[in-house]
């Protein structure tokens, strides 16, 4: 039998929950005609534009070829414009993709804040939230070494 340590065990539980909630999220946001990855890049670029493409791949949880090619379907669907200055390529919402943000964002947080809310009390919550972003900004520190 194998045994596992405390910290590994919670490590696989936040990546079945991230993975769960994922699932859970592609499946709410089908009649919104996104998905979750999408719904985080409009996400990103509404909240920082205008957000260079490195800028956006380093915030977001897709591949550096997986963005590329999220981005030209966002493009076509005509919810962002890219334009490139220098060797820069800039990143914005068009009124077509802030109109879609608008309209999913408080759905989404909605369907997200339900899922922790029926099994967390306030307080358990508050614990959570502090201690996760503890182990992140442990994680950031370390990936900026």
């Not at 309209?103 to 909605?110: M, P």
């Given at each position: 039998?194998?045994?596992?340590?405390?910290?590994?065990?919670?490590?696989?539980?936040?990546?079945?929950?991230?993975?769960?909630?994922?699932?859970?999220?592609?499946?709410?946001?089908?009649?919104?005609?996104?998905?979750?990855?999408?719904?985080?890049?409009?996400?990103?670029?509404?909240?920082?534009?205008?957000?260079?493409?490195?800028?956006?791949?380093?915030?977001?949880?897709?591949?550096?070829?997986?963005?590329?090619?999220?981005?030209?379907?966002?493009?076509r669907e005509g919810y962002?414009?890219?334009?490139?200055?220098?060797?820069?390529?800039?990143?914005?919402?068009?009124?077509?993709?802030?109109?879609?943000?608008?309209?999913?964002?408080?759905?989404?947080?909605?369907?997200?804040?339900?899922?922790?809310?029926?099994?967390?009390?306030?307080?358990?919550?508050?614990?959570?939230?502090?201690?996760?972003?503890?182990?992140?900004?442990?994680?950031?520190?370390?990936?900026?070494?």
């Open positions: 039998m194998k045994k596992n340590t405390l910290a590994s065990l919670i490590w696989v539980r936040m990546i079945r929950f991230t993975h769960q909630s994922t699932v859970l999220s592609n499946d709410f946001l089908k009649q919104y005609d996104i998905t979750a990855a999408q719904f985080d890049v409009l996400n990103q670029i509404g909240t920082y534009q205008p957000i260079s493409q490195s800028e956006l791949a380093e915030r977001v949880t897709i591949s550096a070829g997986g963005i590329s090619r999220m981005l030209s379907r966002l493009e962002i414009a890219r334009s490139i200055e220098w060797k820069v390529k800039w990143i914005s919402l068009t009124e077509k993709g802030r109109t879609k943000l608008d309209e999913v964002f408080e759905h989404q947080l909605q369907f997200q804040t339900s899922l922790i809310e029926s099994c967390l009390s306030k307080e358990e919550q508050k614990s959570l939230y502090r201690l996760m972003t503890k182990v992140q900004k442990q994680t950031e520190k370390q990936l900026n070494n």
